[in-house]
């Protein structure tokens, strides 16, 4: 203990003797220590930690499942689910839903929940006022209560005697009983939960629209409950053999990271990348000490010679090395802290799931100090190693310079070798990324997004659900809506495009062979649409006639379908030759009628739906043949969208003055949101591979200036002889651009398995994309030229005379 506290001391003096050194590493390794901090932190949140509920291993997800999909559930499989199984204590559904919130000046539209009574107390969530809902809630006539967040409180007035006062919801009465607790549900979407209520015509097995949550009983395993599910679902399935045949349950932990696979891969590619951004640090480190090491020989050789053995001088610079990472680990806390805030301030909304806590906590403090512990030990070793090793008579003579200096060097040079392979993989996921995201811009969407606004009409349920009602509902609201000044076409339709055509639905081509198997038929977008939907939104007839007002219901059913469609399902056929047989939609309620068929009269050029990356199926039906109670609305405007929507809300309102305009957005912003996790993943890839090109470009400055001071006699002798400056400035470059040309050349290697690694989150790239690989090369080479150019000129700037006069 006392040989440490002396190291500790010694080595607070030295440190101290050497501020712009010491500052240096300490920034380096903060800003290596805090990127993995801040990505650790989020993967951690939703990877890693364990849900914020009691008992989280009990809580499970129950989807039904057909093929190998999983799939949400319908209210007749849930009531059976609930009644047969003999493995959960509680089993909840649940919805979503938007609710119109009575304000002083107009309706608010709010994200919202139904849920099943005792949803909250299954998930033993917290109330900050109140109570869950009771069982006699989920009555109908009994369900008007309503839980709030705690944000929504806060906004509402945040009074405390809220609980047992009503307020309107969707134009009706609700009482409040409970508030939630702040945190975790102001995280998420929805801010108002209602019961669940099932009307008659709901419990049936056709219709899937809701999602399950269970907790198991104590000691019921997951492979249990599966089993017990099982047999419930075959039960279900020998009594309702035609809606049932071929579906499943699949029974799976509730955990935070219900992400699609490439956000989550893309998650852990980027903790390797800030690993890198480590690595790299320490790498710029050890070349730092083992310069600070050259420099302190004679006095390590004195402290040898009076008698201190090597792993004395090992043990004295592996404590410099290790306190030095551990100032640098507690500044990265900071920083890291600092990223973090950064990150969420500039991550688009839902890419994480509500469940993950971005905090610092002690897992996250516990990696830090492995994080900084294994840096201190990565820089400092072999440094401290080396320099143990110094031949004291060697280093004491006046050209004590030689020793084991060349090797030394070699080992600097080998660093600043791994430093530009580093480099150069982390810059090549970078790369791929940009290309990624510059296809993406490409992609041909199938509309036209300039001049048109977008918005939902969130309808209460609790509207009457006449089909004719409906009908003239929106014909009145399209029609006040294209009297706007400025307005130039309005449509309707239950989806927006990019975000889907609105229901999947299974179908049958009418003339070709039936399926056995209910279950084995193909699935298709499947969507309502107002007459002018296509000329809204731009979108291309290719072939046959879009909708007109003569398609009403008394008239013969028809269909477009998207090329898509055709390419996949109807090849080497004419559409228009072609009827498909799909299950009724009833306006307004969750159950499928008897099968319909739709008669193929036009084609339509493929919009891009649920993302940019896949072409999907779909197929749309005229709107006044089938209307939906709810839809998006498009609005195509002569001048910006943007500033219109005050007038076309003014407009809405003077048709349903209770209805709210749900989350207005031009198709610009529209497109900009499908394309913003690409982009945030983009500005991540970048950021880091910035920090890695200055951190190599810096250790190839370290080492060759640390290569022209040592040579210094070596150059002076060069110059006296008659060699001119440019003959100088060319050979210190040639050896920087050597080094960095070796590490360029095994960092596309690491390279080769980036681009493997980040396949599925790209798009339009290639495992090997020559094009990103040349052009890293290429900026990762201007880089060295650069940093050797100045010690360079330095070398080249020498006085002959006065450096062999000092020598």
């Given at each position: 203990?006392?040989s ?7 080595t ?32 951690y ?36 689910w ?20 009575a304000?002083k ?8 929940m ?24 989920g ?47 102001d ?5 108002v ?10 419990l049936?097995?056709?219709?899937h ?21 099982d ?5 279900i399935?020998?009594?309702n ?13 509730m ?11 893309t ?8 690993a890198?951004?480590l690595?790299?640090?320490c ?5 730092l000490?083992?310069?600070?090491g ?22 004295q ?5 290790l ?19 950064a ?36 820089f ?35 660093l ?16 791929l990324?940009?290309?990624s ?9 199938g ?53 889907g ?11 070709k ?8 038929r ?37 269909a ?20 498909i047989?799909v299950?009724q ?28 990356r896949?072409d ?7 709107f006044?043949q ?5 839809v ?30 749900a ?20 500005v991540?890839f ?7 090109l ?18 210094s ?5 060069r ?24 590490g ?5 290697i690491?390279?080769?398995f ?10 339009g ?11 890293v ?14 010690p360079?000129?330095r ?7 006065q450096?062999?006069?000092?020598e």
């Amino acid at each position: 203990m006392s040989s440490l506290l002396r190291n500790l001391r010694y080595t607070v003096r030295m440190l101290w003797k050497n501020p712009g050194l010491t500052l240096t590493i300490l920034l380096t390794l903060a800003l290596g220590i805090g990127a993995n901090t801040a990505i650790f932190t989020v993967d951690y949140a939703t990877l890693l930690a364990p849900l914020p509920y009691p008992e989280p291993d009990q809580l499970v997800v129950v989807w039904s499942k057909i093929k190998t999909f999983h799939n949400g559930i319908s209210a007749g499989d849930y009531t059976d689910w609930q009644r047969q199984n003999s493995s959960f204590q509680t089993l909840s559904a649940f919805t979503g839903g938007a609710f119109n919130i009575a304000s002083k000046e107009q309706p608010e539209n709010i994200d919202g929940m139904q849920v099943t009574p005792g949803y909250y107390n299954m998930l033993g969530r917290p109330f900050f006022l109140g109570r869950d809902f009771l069982p006699e809630e989920g009555v109908d006539g009994k369900s008007h209560v309503v839980i709030l967040t705690h944000k929504l409180w806060s906004h509402l007035g945040a009074d405390p005697k809220l609980v047992g006062q009503t307020m309107r919801i969707n134009g009706e009465p609700y009482t409040v009983v409970g508030v939630l607790q702040p945190g975790l549900a102001d995280r998420g979407d929805a801010q108002v939960t209602v019961p669940l209520v099932f009307k008659p015509e709901q419990l049936n097995h056709d219709f899937h629209w809701l999602l399950s949550m269970g907790r198991l009983k104590p000691g019921v395993t997951i492979k249990q409950a599966q089993a017990d599910m099982d047999a419930v679902a075959a039960q279900i399935a020998q009594v309702n053999p035609k809606s049932n045949k071929g579906w499943g349950v699949y029974v799976e932990p509730m955990k935070n990271d219900f992400l699609p696979s490439e956000r989550k891969q893309t998650l852990w590619l980027l903790l390797g990348a800030v690993a890198f951004i480590l690595l790299i640090a320490c790498v710029n480190v050890a070349n730092l000490l083992l310069a600070r090491g050259m420099a302190r020989q004679k006095e390590l050789a004195v402290r040898s010679a009076l008698g201190a053995t090597r792993r004395t001088i090992f043990e004295q610079l592996l404590t410099e090395s290790l306190l030095l990472a551990v100032a640098g680990g507690l500044l990265g806390i900071g920083v890291g802290y600092a990223m973090l805030r950064a990150l969420i301030a500039i991550m688009p909304k839902g890419t994480l799931p509500t469940e993950a806590d971005l905090q610092l906590n002690i897992p996250i403090l516990l990696f830090t100090l492995a994080a900084t512990t294994l840096a201190g030990l990565l820089f400092g070793s072999a440094p401290a190693w080396y320099a143990s090793r110094i031949d004291p008579g060697e280093a004491l003579k006046e050209g004590g310079r030689t020793g084991v200096g060349a090797g030394r060097h070699k080992l600097r040079q080998g660093l600043v070798i791994g430093e530009f392979a580093l480099a150069l993989a982390l810059l090549t996921g970078a790369g791929l990324a940009i290309h990624s995201f510059l296809n993406l811009l490409r992609v041909d969407l199938g509309l036209k997004t300039d001049h048109i606004l977008t918005f939902y009409l969130p309808v209460p349920d609790s509207r009457p659900k006449d089909p004719e009602k409906i009908i003239a509902y929106y014909k009145r609201m399209i029609a006040q809506i294209q009297s706007v000044p400025g307005v130039t076409s309005a449509s309707a339709s239950t989806g927006t495009p990019l975000f889907g055509a609105g229901f999947g639905m299974p179908f049958t081509v009418v003339g070709k062979p039936a399926f056995n198997d209910p279950s084995m038929r193909p699935n298709t977008g499947f969507g309502m649409a107002t007459p002018g939907f296509f000329d809204t939104f731009g979108i291309r007839i290719v072939h046959g006639r879009a909708f007109s007002d003569q398609d009403t219901a008394s008239s013969v059913k028809v269909a477009v379908v998207n090329e898509e469609f055709v390419k996949k399902y109807l090849a080497g056929t004419d559409p228009l030759q072609q009827r498909i047989s799909v299950e009724q939609l009833i306006p307004g309620v969750t159950k499928l009628g008897p099968p319909q068929e739709w008669k193929i009269v036009g084609v339509y050029h493929t919009i891009k739906s649920g993302g940019l990356r896949d072409d999907r199926p779909e197929m749309e039906i005229p709107f006044w043949q089938i209307p939906w109670p709810s839809v998006g609305i498009g609005v195509r405007t002569g001048n910006d969208p943007a500033t219109m929507v005050k007038s076309i809300a003014a407009a809405v309102h003077s048709v349903d003055p209770e209805i709210a305009l749900a989350e207005p957005r031009t198709m610009d912003e529209v497109r900009d949101l499908v394309l913003s996790n690409d982009r945030f993943t983009l500005v991540l890839f970048v950021s880091f591979a910035v920090v890695a090109l200055l951190l190599a470009a810096l250790g190839v400055y370290g080492v060759m200036s640390f290569s022209v001071a040592q040579r210094s006699h070596e150059i002076a002798l060069r110059m006296a002889l008659g060699s001119d400056r440019g003959r100088v400035v060319a050979l210190i470059v040639r050896e920087g651009m050597a080094l960095a040309g070796i590490g360029l050349s095994l960092g596309l290697i690491g390279a080769y398995f980036v681009g493997r690694g980040m396949q599925s989150t790209l798009y339009g790239v290639g495992k090997l994309d020559y094009s990103v690989f040349g052009l890293v090369a290429l900026l990762l080479g201007i880089a060295a030229v650069v940093a050797c150019i100045i010690p360079a000129h330095r070398a080249a700037s020498v006085q002959p005379m006065q450096a062999l006069r000092a020598e």
